[in-house]
């Protein structure tokens, strides 16, 4: 789910994918605070969620994705963001396991922002 906007305001949209293996149930999150905001990736069960906050600097047009077993996971479209302003996106019924889960920024024109990583098996 695609979300992008200040408090409650904002457009959605989803990705889904067959459920997800068996592993614990415990959400985990892990941020990267960046020059001009920050990037947090949640992972809670089968669903991964990125969201980005930008507090500061001009505006970009970025995508999310993310990566697991070496394989890339990307939104559904580009998307342009002010400072002030969040965005968000959500794929929900992710078959995950055991291993590193990186979230992503990549900004059109500059570069690719990370996460921590996050193994939900530990």
């Known amino acids: 789910m695609l979300a992008v906007g200040l408090a409650a305001l904002g457009t959605t949209a989803q990705a889904s994918h067959p459920a ?12 990267n605070r960046l020059d001009d905001g920050r990037l947090c990736l949640t992972v809670d069960g089968s669903t991964v969620d990125l969201n980005y906050d930008k507090t500061a600097g001009g505006h970009i047009t970025a995508r999310f994705k993310y990566t697991f077993r070496g394989q890339d996971h990307l939104d559904e479209g580009a998307f342009t963001l002010y400072a002030g302003r969040w965005a968000s996106y959500q794929w929900k019924g992710q078959r995950l396991g055991c291993g590193d889960i990186i979230g992503q920024l990549v900004v059109e024109g500059e570069r690719t922002y990370s996460t921590p990583p996050i193994n939900p098996c530990r």
């Open 20 to 31: 997800a293996e068996t592993r614990p149930a415990a959400a985990s999150r892990t941020c």
